[in-house]
DNA sequence: CTGTTAGCGCGTTCAT
DNA sequence: ATGAACGCGCTAACAG
């Protein structure tokens, strides 16, 4: 079944010219009689010809594709970012290569280097959890590289993130100036820096308030079950050290919210009125709960445009190699009824 | 700072042997004294070579990459197929190129072509608006093609999809034994195919049952948004109609069963005592929303992992190709609380 | 205006 | 056991 591809040369042949003058016309290139052209790109369509960007891309060591590294896709957050990626690769004709890392860091690194064979022109990585180690990377390939939402020391790599300490103080500050005093806080095992950054902000935001952060539980991943299993374990810790509920979780993400919102109806905990909630991204869904869920806002998809084209920037400026540059992105206090 | 590549010419070089020599070594093909071969080795890790699986490709004519193309990521259920489909993939070390139609036609004919373009081994279009016209495509360009979830007419082409009839007349049938009879569908505008198969298995079960499918309402999009714009668009009319709501909703897919329990309990309805509520596919979600959604549950991680394995032979046989088949698979019915 | 030559990086004959 | 030559499909550099 596998008809071989008709070439460049298959229409050469046809139209009696050589292969280079069938390629300029096709690229509107170089200078040459209309007649030729038009009978060379009539040629072309009549039997259906589809150049082979492969071939194009090893001789101008362009593939005009990136890689996009994400966690796992079965996440709202990284689906919505990379939908601001696509969007913006498409526009500048750029292809996607998708893998996702299943958050181990090992395999992060054997996607990336599977995506350096590939010849893409740079890569997205979302979320990394080996950060630092793309600083090598770069200085021995040259491949560009931005980092989504990935704290990483030292500065030398190109990222864009968003300001998750900011944010989670002032989502403890929301639920402080509410009243709440016993806030204990949903981590995820997980999570890396993402989960130390809003985990210090709940720190540092109720030390500043003169209020203990006395409790927190890391669940074993940043899913529902995570919120779940970790609500399961923090309630009666709960009870163990104040005789009673926690008055708010802050919760790592909005998924785990979601997990540990069914635990808490399951428990006859009402919320707000017994056990307030926050979440984190505001994702889709989060509205949409009974009681929406108050959250901070990333603005995930234009973090995705923003990654995009601050790649294709360093693929187009490789002559004049571009500083490492931090982009720090800001997002918002959506207070619903949670909290 | 893009350092040019280095190559199989470079470590033959060094090695002082032929670029074959080099590919052999590394390919642990021929026989060779496992002198030199070791040396090659290490030699090619000490440098960091990465080989060009695009000049691979080139000579071999096989990419080990498929395309995967659907509707938008933002879609918990295409990204759990996808999630399926990667896992496969990565199993074979195949590579996935991705991109998103958005539900439009010419999108998705222009992304097929750009697939093509890049010389994938195959493509999988989830919940395709064209499939009939892959039919011409795979004759032209004998490039394998599976689709999921795209019932096509005809049948001349690979494909996997879920038997929407069949579960969606299970859940109606659900929500008769319950007692329900004025019982409304909520369907989607831009669902396509998909729709029509929902829409149908509700009416043929409540004409079966001597009951009049006489409310049906369209949202926009499948989404949250076009969940509750129908839903708001329903009640009215099931006053005019009924006098009163309707004591269930069969929704097109869980999130607009979510978007349409929003609008239903800002009205003051109460799930499911005042109306029922069903959805379909069983997103993670469903099961921790107040209350946990009645749904038909998708294979939907196997749906991706089946249409990859599907894929993989088609390109594997190309040889003696292998005849059009569509392979169907069961969902299951999941009861919980909303209905 | 167009054809010839060359080469991207690799795998695959053939020779040796 | 290994090297020389060729070609995958395309574009870039020169010729003419």
Same sequence: chains 1, 2.
Wanted: proline letters at 5%; aromatic letters at 4%.
């Amino acid at each position: 079944m596998a008809k071989k591809r008709i070439s460049i040369k298959d229409i050469a042949k046809l139209a009696g010219v050589s292969s280079p003058t069938v390629s300029r016309a096709l690229h509107g290139d170089g200078r040459m009689s209309s007649a030729t052209r038009n009978r060379i790109i009539q040629l072309a369509n009549e039997i259906g010809y589809t150049p082979s960007l492969v071939a194009r891309g090893l001789v101008t060591q362009r593939s005009h594709c990136v890689g996009l590294v994400v966690p796992t896709f079965a996440d709202p957050f990284h689906s919505e970012v990379a939908q601001g990626i696509e969007e913006e690769a498409r526009r500048h004709h750029y292809s996607l290569f998708l893998a996702s890392t299943g958050v181990d860091p090992a395999r992060e690194l054997a996607v990336v280097r599977t995506m350096h064979g590939r010849q893409v022109d740079g890569i997205i990585v979302s979320a990394s959890r080996v950060g630092n180690q793309y600083a090598e990377l770069l200085h021995d390939t040259g491949l560009p590289i931005v980092l989504i939402n990935a704290h990483v020391a030292g500065n030398n790599i190109h990222s864009i993130y968003h300001d998750d300490y900011k944010g989670g103080c002032q989502l403890v500050d929301h639920l402080i100036e509410r009243g709440y005093r016993r806030i204990a806080y949903i981590g995820n095992k997980r999570g890396g820096q993402i989960d130390v950054e809003r985990r210090r902000a709940w720190i540092d935001t109720l030390h500043a308030a003169r209020l203990p952060a006395a409790l927190a539980v890391n669940g074993p991943n940043g899913r529902l079950q995570g919120g779940s299993i970790a609500a399961e374990q923090l309630l009666p810790q709960a009870q163990t050290l104040w005789g009673a509920p926690p008055q708010a979780i802050y919760c790592y993400n909005d998924t785990m919210a979601i997990g540990a919102m069914a635990v808490l109806r399951q428990q006859g905990l009402r919320i707000p009125t017994d056990v307030a909630l926050t979440g984190f991204d505001d994702i889709d869904v989060a509205a949409f709960l009974e009681p929406p869920l108050t959250t901070l806002r990333q603005p995930r998809h234009k973090m995705g445009v923003e990654a995009m084209k601050a790649l294709l920037t360093l693929i187009n400026e490789e002559s004049n190699p571009v500083p490492p540059q931090a982009t720090i992105m800001q997002g918002e206090l959506i207070i619903r009824h949670s909290a």
